[in-house]
């Protein structure tokens, strides 16, 4: 979240929600994800064959925008006051990407 993504962003204390920003999405942290590697790359040869040229799934939590707003208000003592909330449809959104 420290880096803006997600549409929030710390410093600024803006947001943009898509749509109402409660869709859940699924992230993960770095740290996890190293781990998911180094796991996968203990597999012996035969097992790990079956991943190979797939996908692998790795996720940490499954939150919505509007969790991590609550969270990010929770922690920094503020407000929906305190921060400039944009709300965009996901349509639009995804036709200016």
């Not at 979240?1 to 947001?15: E, Q, S, W």
């Amino acid at each position: 979240m420290a880096g803006g993504f997600f549409g929030l962003k710390i410093k600024d204390r803006t947001v943009k929600l898509f749509d109402d920003g409660n869709t859940k999405l699924s992230t993960t942290t770095l740290p996890h994800v190293g781990r998911a590697v180094a796991k996968l790359l203990e597999l012996p040869i035969g097992k790990l064959e079956k991943y190979k040229n797939g996908f692998v799934y790795v996720q940490s939590f499954c939150v919505s925008q509007m969790e991590m707003l609550n969270a990010l208000k929770k922690a920094t003592g503020t407000e929906d006051k305190d921060w400039k909330i944009t709300k965009i449809p996901v349509d639009e959104a995804i036709a200016q990407g």
